[in-house]
């Protein structure tokens, strides 16, 4: 039986009036490369840090590694590697004082990872922190968060504001490690979670909208084309599945968010009789968080239909 | 202990220049602050150090690093407890395997070495300037280190642990200090119904309990959970029942189990009775509190058995007048009297509502004095002839002749005694003034003396430097001189004898004494003639 990295149940956090999380529910199996993608602003780094600890949960309850985040403390980061772009570092140290200074804290610390990691990242050891370039300091950050081999690596934005080249490193640094643990991270660049990530949710305001395996994900979004024999008009009542539908001259276009190759073709024709051609294209995962982010503004009625949709992940 | 022993290493090479500076504080004070024991009689010098507030100039740096040292503390402990802050969410030690109560023993094993350890040697190495071995006095020593940790240490570690930085702290100390300054300003305008706080030790006893309690609890609390609002609760807390202790001197309502009415088939160590001479009469006057007046009652003291003396520490008072009325009064402090054997006279004040006192002004009452008193006993007399250097005197201290910095030559004017981590025991020293040239045989001589020292028995009193100076004042140090003559200072001779007379406490007892037919007497003159005017 498959077991959670990281469980949450109807998780939520408020600051004051402000609700930053809603009654988020996911799950992240164990081995998974998990993104949580989102808007700046939606509650990514809020959820991170209440699985972290650093903030209580207002209600509900968060799992982590199968200890309640409230108690995860000491020795529970052990097992734990945190990185984020609005943490703060040593900046004091030198890079090698600072891998010497953690060394004392991870029995698994692993040295010759560790001047793997160094090699990799070719890291500066005798530099201090605070005079490295953004991009240095957080590939010293992922060895220093590498190097004792944790169960768990959660990333809050790691990759946001570098240039391709170390994200790149950084995401191959990632990938290497992936098979021997479990990999959260939260971003709103895409293109770049796209190529790696095994699952992904998508919150938006506090609300988990979606969580699922990325493959079942693009699997169910269709970027439908039907052209007609004469002039078309929007459909009075198009199924709550269907986003941002648009009509053209002789073309209807939308997203369809529940498409089922065996079954959506003839329901489709079936629903546009006159139709000339009907084309479903694969969509990129750009594709769909737009599709979501803009359709959630008119959101009534795909809201509720995007959220029934949303199904646990499956390893 | 890995744990421990990196987070220390990495604090002690991080904070290096503020450790630095703090141990060359200290080792300033330590190098500084004897010198002044040992000031040459140079006019010029000490006229300098006159100028600066002080005896010598030497005497004047070592009142500023007394100073120093304590603020170096404060940036110490900040910068140590700020080096990992535990308020904010983005600190790189927040995700790693901190287990707080290794954590906290790293940051305490920091000012233990760093803090406790120097002092400590600093203390150590100026009992042993001072003249007194610093092995007798080991439980004095650990005594301030307590008293240190309660009143300052521990206050500075729990700001430290609320706030996110050293400007924060900065502007959270200025506002405790205005708090402070604010409440002693409302304890001094209040009407109080007495003229100070009485001197129990359960008051002083229970404010630094719940200080270093409160304190202790915000650091605990901070460390393992960082409820930074849970321990902002609590210092509040803290500060309102030190407020509310401040005001209530919870002493008062101790006073009459710590001093016990005597057995009636007991002989009173200090029978009293009021002075019926004309010369000498009670008076009314006002206090600066409004709506409160003052009454001065003088009284004599008498029947003090040889070899002892009577210290009255508080008196209250109660007024009684024919259809029930009745008024009692809180305890009020007696600033420095003390009987011996024969007869004493003194005045006894106490504070009452001008209201009570209009409703008791035009009766004949009956005044109850209840007097808390110090019996203490003699139990030892040191006389020696007074030397020109610096003398010990046996379980007082060190004692050094003094002379006026405007005097050329050197010439003996006082006395001023040096002791061991607290004021030394209470003592009577008497000294023989002269008015003639020490050259002189067979001059007049005219009694000096002066009470020196307290009967309180804590083995330290809280002190940055571990020895205390007592100047004597001993009376009758001016010369009698005529109208037109410049006053004189008297002197006394090298080899002239000098006495300490140590007592000890033997009992706490209250004396009671009532006078019939008492009247209040009118307010004073000058009030009404002002009342008037207006």
């Not at chain 1, 990129?284 to 009625?301: E, H, P, Q, T």
């Not at chain 2, 600093?122 to 080991?138: C, N, R, T």
């Not at chain 2, 200080?211 to 930074?228: K, T």
């Not at chain 2, 009692?328 to 402090?333: A, C, G, P, R």
Request: proline share 6%; hydrophobic share 45%; aromatic share 10%.
């Amino acid at each position: 039986m498959m077991t959670s990295a990281i469980q949450t149940l109807s998780l939520s956090r408020s600051f004051g009036r402000t609700v930053a999380l809603d009654h988020v529910s996911l799950q992240v199996p164990e081995g998974a490369i998990y993104a949580l993608v989102s808007a700046n602003g939606a509650g990514k780094t809020t959820l991170i840090k209440v699985l972290m600890n650093i903030f209580h949960p207002s209600h509900g309850t968060a799992l982590v590694l199968g200890i309640d985040s409230r108690k995860v403390v000491g020795k529970a980061f052990n097992r734990i590697g945190y990185v984020s772009e609005n943490q703060q570092m040593p900046d004091w140290m030198t890079v090698g004082d600072m891998l010497a200074y953690y060394r004392n804290f991870y029995p698994e610390w692993d040295r010759a990872l560790e001047q793997e990691l160094v090699r990799q990242f070719d890291l500066p050891l005798n530099r201090k922190l605070r005079h490295l370039s953004r991009g240095v300091r957080m590939k010293a950050a992922f060895a220093s968060s590498l190097a004792y081999r944790p169960s768990l690596i959660v990333l809050d934005e790691p990759f946001s504001g570098l240039d391709p080249l170390v994200r790149d490193e950084l995401i191959e640094g990632l990938i290497e490690r992936a098979p021997e643990t479990t990999i959260f991270l939260s971003s709103h660049d895409l293109a770049e979670i796209e190529s790696f990530s095994s699952h992904v949710g998508f919150l938006e305001q506090g609300h988990l909208l979606f969580s699922e395996e990325l493959t079942r994900l693009t699997g169910r979004f269709r970027d439908i084309t039907v052209t007609l024999l004469g002039p078309s008009s929007l459909p009075t009542s198009p199924p709550p599945a269907w986003l941002q539908v648009e009509a053209a001259d002789a073309v209807i276009r939308f997203v369809h968010s529940d498409f089922n190759g065996a079954a959506t073709p003839a329901e489709l024709a079936a629903f546009f009789p006159s139709a000339h051609d009907i084309s479903a294209d694969a969509m990129s995962l750009r594709s769909i968080f737009l599709s979501i982010a803009k359709s959630g503004r008119i959101r009534d009625s795909s809201s509720s239909h995007l959220l029934s949709n949303a199904k646990g992940p499956k390893a | 202990m890995k744990q421990i022993l990196a987070i220390f290493t990495k604090d002690a090479r991080r904070f290096w220049p503020e450790i630095l500076v703090s141990l060359a504080l200290l080792g300033a004070l330590v190098t500084v602050y004897p010198s002044q024991w040992r000031v040459t009689h140079d006019p010029p010098v000490r006229a300098f150090g006159r100028f600066l507030g002080s005896d010598s100039p030497l005497g004047f740096l070592a009142g500023c690093l007394i100073v120093l040292v304590p603020i170096s503390w404060w940036i110490l402990v900040a910068r140590v407890i700020h080096g990992e802050r535990l308020v904010g969410d983005t600190q790189f030690w927040l995700t790693r395997p901190y287990e707080w109560p290794k954590f906290l023993a790293a940051k305490l094993l920091v000012l233990a070495v760093f803090l406790y350890a120097p002092f400590f040697a600093a203390q150590s190495v100026l009992l042993g300037e001072a003249g007194f071995h610093p092995f007798s006095y080991l439980p004095g020593l650990f005594y301030n280190l307590l008293l240190v940790t309660g009143v300052l240490v521990l206050p500075l570690v729990a700001f430290s642990t609320v706030t996110t930085g050293f400007g924060r702290m900065t502007l959270v100390l200025l506002g405790v200090i205005l708090f402070i300054a604010g409440m002693a300003l409302l304890n001094s305008v209040l009407p109080s119904g007495t003229n100070g706080s009485v001197p129990g030790p359960f008051g002083d006893y229970l404010a630094l309990l719940i200080l270093a309690l409160g304190c202790g609890a915000v650091v605990v609390v901070q460390f393992a959970m960082r409820i930074v609002g849970l321990s902002w609760l609590i210092l509040l807390a803290v500060a309102s029942i030190l407020s509310a202790i401040v005001f209530i001197d919870p002493d008062q309502a101790l006073m009459d189990r710590i001093y016990r009415s005597q057995r009636l088939d007991s002989q009173s160590p200090v029978p009293v009775s009021f002075e019926a001479s004309t010369s000498r009469h009670s008076t009314t006057n006002r206090t600066k509190d409004k709506g409160e007046l003052e009454i001065a009652v003088p009284v004599l003291a008498s029947g003090v058995a040889d070899g002892h003396a009577a210290v009255p520490v508080a008196f209250k008072a109660s007024l009684e007048a024919a259809g029930g009325l009745r008024w009692e009064s809180l305890w009020q402090v007696v600033y420095n009297e003390r009987y011996f054997p024969g007869i004493s006279d003194s005045t006894m004040s106490f504070r009452i509502r001008q209201a009570v006192y209009d409703r008791f002004k035009s009766k004949a009452v009956t005044l109850h004095l209840t007097f808390a008193v110090d019996e203490v006993k003699l139990v030892a007399t040191r006389s020696m002839p007074l030397s020109t250097s610096e003398f010990f005197v046996s379980g007082f201290g060190v004692c050094t002749p003094q002379s006026p910095w405007f005097k050329r030559a050197p010439e003996i004017t006082g006395i001023t005694c040096r002791s061991a981590m607290r004021q030394p025991q209470l003592t009577y020293v008497t000294v023989n003034w002269t008015d003639a040239d020490c050259s002189v045989a067979d001059s007049e001589k005219v009694l000096g003396s002066a009470w020196a020292g307290s009967l309180e028995t804590d083995p330290a009193e809280f002190g940055i430097t571990s020895v205390w100076e007592t100047p004597l004042s001993l009376s009758n140090n001016w010369g009698t001189y005529h109208e037109g003559e410049t006053p004189y200072l008297r002197h006394i001779c090298p080899g002239s004898p000098v006495t300490f007379s140590t007592y000890d406490r033997v009992e706490r007892t209250q004396v009671e004494l009532t006078i019939q037919n008492f009247r209040l007497p009118d307010l004073a003159i000058g009030d009404v003639f002002l009342l008037q005017m207006k």
